[in-house]
């Protein structure tokens, strides 16, 4: 099954499909693959069958989130397709399968305090620094996903607009828009980022392999987090917090829509769940007739 992982990686490559859903979709083929053997199992075709997929999903249901059981479905779903189609099996085992039901929690907000500590965890004037807080603040203003802070370019970040070009899922170009300290800390880490050996690279943040990745990314948040001394914080929280934020203040649903990248407005009811659960409760406080009679 191993080989057969790769070849599907270099099909979706030429698909044109994303790093991220050749990690992604690549990872759903490996883990069930090792499942399999930790089942004294064979990772062979002849083990992909309907019924081992159904033990194997149900196995994770009992491990972790009910979102990453649902992408891990999508990444082997896509690899069955594919083997049906190559001929290497005689039909999809997973054609007519109904997806994991979602039983998400709502993801936690930062809050002020958690903002307050990360910061200071990075308010020194070192290289590193400066592009640690230069990078927290606009993952705070703009919601942007771990991939897309990756991806910002010099030549596509304007200071003067506090604005930044971001290449998103499905390879669409959006605008991103930041305030007014977040311009401050890019200023500064811009300015540090001119004598730094990788500085001719057009990728904005640099580490000192080169550019900084995805899972270089989510490693110096790791190390933040561990200097403010709080529980873990990803990537994706930074971007519920954004949407949470801009609908608190009253923004519009079409207007987040367009600022996060989403084309589904199932992902507005997903990412708004926090500030609908907060505008709730505030209205039910309000209207609470008891208190009137």
């Given amino acids: 099954m191993a080989n057969l992982g790769k070849s599907f990686a270099r099909a979706l490559k030429a698909e044109g499909r994303s790093p991220a859903t050749l990690r992604l979709y690549g990872q759903s083929v490996r883990f069930f693959a090792e499942w399999l053997e930790s089942q004294g199992r064979s990772a062979m075709l002849d083990e992909l069958t309907r019924n081992a997929v159904r033990e ?22 896509r690899f069955c397709a594919w083997l049906a189609d190559e001929s290497e099996i005689a039909a999809n085992p997973m054609k007519g399968m109904t997806p994991p039901t ?26 590193a620094d400066r592009r640690d807080e230069a990078m927290v603040r606009i993952l705070l203003d703009s919601g942007l996903r771990v991939s897309e802070l990756c991806g910002l370019t010099v030549t596509g970040t304007d200071l003067d607009q506090g ?42 943040f640099l580490t000192q ?25 990803h990537p994706h929280q930074f971007r519920h917090t954004f949407a949470h934020d801009f609908l608190m203040a009253g923004g519009q649903e079409r207007d987040l829509k367009r600022l996060a ?8 009811v997903r990412y708004g769940a926090s500030a609908a659960d907060a505008r709730a409760k505030v209205a039910a406080k309000r209207f609470n007739r008891g208190d009137r009679v």
């Fill in 209 to 233: 392999r080169g550019a900084l990745s995805p899972d270089g990314a989510r490693e110096r948040l790791n190390i933040l987090t561990a200097r403010a001394g709080l529980d873990h914080v």
């Fill in 163 to 204: 604005s930044a070009v971001v290449l998103g899922k499905g390879s669409k170009f959006r605008a991103v828009y930041f305030g007014s300290r977040t311009t401050r800390a890019l200023d500064r880490y811009i300015r540090l980022r001119a004598g730094h050996r990788w500085a001719g690279l057009d990728q904005l």
């Fill in 56 to 77: 194997w999903l149900g196995a994770l249901t009992d491990r972790v989130e009910s979102a990453t059981v649902r992408t891990r479905y999508r990444g082997l779903y």
């Fill in 102 to 127: 979602s039983r998400d929690k709502p993801v936690p907000v930062l809050t002020d305090d958690d903002l307050t500590k990360l910061l200071k965890a990075c308010s020194g004037k070192t290289f």
């Fill in 261 to 268: 990248g989403w084309s589904s407005d199932a992902m507005l």
